[in-house]
């Protein structure tokens, strides 16, 4: 052997193995999820005219979590570092970890470290989730009033949606005692509150006519975000719709929109 010029005596070599009986580094998953949705719709008349409406309430919940065997490197270190005692027996080189429950681990050979040396340097990860979801929103839409080409529509609504999460690892692995990295702990949330407005507008249409104008509507929406990262900020369109004959449609539309990050 090549001779350890760090402890005269002793010599050098190189041990090469699977470790498949030390550990399997099988991951483990599971979760749960549950939705509940209230919804109340009806409609009633009024000034002539009908209205519809809705109210709702809606949340989900997803959580689980995701467990992995691994090796505490430091108590691997200290397990495969043995030397013989007074009396001939093999123990851990340093004295502070035999103290703390250290044991030889054997590595000569697959199934040779005993039970003892595997509870020592396995530990266990375990890293938990949650996922929440809360929404609620009203709407209303029906018919204003009427044009000689049709009824005028609109459509209102409000939406209040807040998102949370957490992910949340066990000590070991929020320590990085094992062979990756040290993982910390997440959580956030973020919510948004919306109103909206659309109108549509018949100027020609139905029995209403006149030269190339066998319908044309006009048409608008805007809506108003409040965003608790992105802050506020607000959506419009605007456009026509017009038929000057009956086998030509022309759009037209103009629109603002953004996009939270």
């Known amino acids: 052997l090549t001779a350890d010029t760090a402890n005269p005596g002793n010599g050098i070599f190189f041990l090469s193995r699977a470790s498949t009986d030390i550990g399997t580094n099988k991951t483990e998953g599971e979760g749960e999820s549950l939705r509940v949705v209230v ?138 005692v094992g062979r990756s990295a040290a993982i910390s702990a997440l959580s956030g949330e973020y919510d948004t509150k919306e109103y909206y407005g659309e109108l549509v507008v018949p100027i020609f249409g139905g029995d209403f006519t006149g030269p190339l104008a066998k319908s044309l509507e006009l048409e608008g929406s805007y809506r108003k975000i409040d965003h608790s990262q992105a802050g506020e900020d607000k959506a419009w369109s605007y456009g026509l719709r017009w038929k000057p004959v009956d086998s030509l449609l022309i759009r037209g539309s103009k629109s603002r929109s953004f996009r939270a990050p």
């Open 39 to 176: 919804n109340l719709e009806g409609d009633f008349d009024f000034l002539g005219h009908n209205y519809a409406w809705n109210v709702a309430a809606n949340q989900g919940r997803s959580e689980g979590s995701f467990r992995s065997p691994n090796i505490d490197q430091t108590k691997f270190l200290f397990a495969i570092d043995a030397v013989r005692d007074t009396l001939g027996n093999i123990v851990c080189r340093d004295v502070t970890a035999r103290a703390a429950g250290c044991v030889p681990l054997n590595l000569f050979g697959k199934g040779a470290p005993s039970k003892a040396a595997l509870n020592y340097v396995q530990v266990q990860f375990q890293s938990d989730f949650e996922l929440v979801q809360t929404v609620y929103e009203a709407n209303l839409n029906g018919d204003l009033f009427d044009l000689p080409a049709g009824a005028v529509a609109a459509a209102i609504g409000w939406e209040a949606r807040k998102e949370e999460s957490s992910f949340t690892p066990n000590d070991p692995q929020r320590l990085g």
